[in-house]
T-cell receptor, first 115, second 115 residues
Framework: AQTVTQSQPEMSVQEAETVTLSCTYD???????LFWYKQPPSRQMILVIR??????QNATENRFSVNFQKAAKSFSLKISDSQLGDAAMYFC????????????FGTGTSLTVIP | DGGITQSPKYLFRKEGQNVTLSCEQN?????MYWYRQDPGQGLRLIYY???????QKGDIAEGYSVSREKKESFPLTVTSAQKNPTAFYLC??????????????FGQGTRLTVV
């Protein structure tokens, strides 16, 4: 089974500043999908951003962008101009493009935004 | 609006009782999943199903059972054999094949407490 590692249990950022959350994964596959999910205090899981492994260009969604390093098996999330509403748990997830049967999640990073 | 609905939001169970958590989706997704979330442990897979009348155990299936009689529905039963059922339970669904939307969509969750 693939493993997804988030080595930062907690992070904090000043409002309007930039923060980067780390994620590494272990796989022998060449084609897969990577995701970042946000879980605010309501506990509703919300997709933040998605990256296809075959695409070299890093995905961007407004203030959220990723740094996808395929050879290093690294998938970090950068949040620019942090807002109070960004405070949440963030989960990194992996899904095989061939064996589309499971998602593998990291243990999460709790992000605090300081006013 | 299409989505995935879990009910109830809060559930209390007495020792020795079985309880069933409901999960319904109208997204026409093939695959459905049940996850358990405990503090500091991320999302752990209980069961998943890729097609009607078929399902597979995840990492922590002991003490749980599921059924998939309809594409839209994937109820989870927490049996009396589950020794520590107090947790937050998340249901998710996704497409399994083809290009396009590859992410999982989540319900709002059910908080189960043993009293």
């Amino acid at each position: 089974a693939q493993t997804v590692t988030q080595s930062q249990p907690e992070m904090s950022v000043q409002e309007a500043e930039t923060v980067t959350l780390s994620c590494t994964y272990d796989t022998s596959e060449s084609d897969y999908y990577l995701f970042w999910y946000k879980q605010p205090p309501s506990r509703q899981m919300i997709l933040v951003i998605r990256q296809e492994a075959y695409k070299q260009q890093n995905a961007t969604e407004n203030r959220f962008s990723v740094n996808f390093q395929k050879a290093a098996k690294s998938f970090s999330l950068k949040i620019s101009d942090s807002q109070l509403g960004d405070a949440a748990m963030y989960f990194c997830a992996y899904r095989s493009a061939f064996y589309r049967n499971q998602f593998y999640f990291g243990t999460g990073t709790s992000l605090t935004v300081i006013p | 609006d299409g989505g995935i609905t879990q009910s109830p939001k809060y559930l209390f169970r007495k020792e020795g009782q079985n309880v069933t958590l409901s999960c319904e989706q109208n997204l026409n997704h093939d695959a459905m999943y049940w996850y358990r979330q405990d503090p500091g442990q991320g999302l752990r897979l209980i069961y998943y199903s890729q097609i009607v009348n078929d399902f597979q155990k995840g990492d922590i299936a002991e003490g749980y059972s599921v059924s998939r009689e309809k594409k839209e529905s994937f109820p989870l039963t927490v049996t009396s054999a589950q020794k520590n059922p107090t947790a937050f339970y998340l249901c998710a669904s996704s497409f399994t094949g083809g290009a396009g939307r590859t992410e999982a969509f989540f319900g709002q969750g059910t908080r189960l407490t043993v009293v």
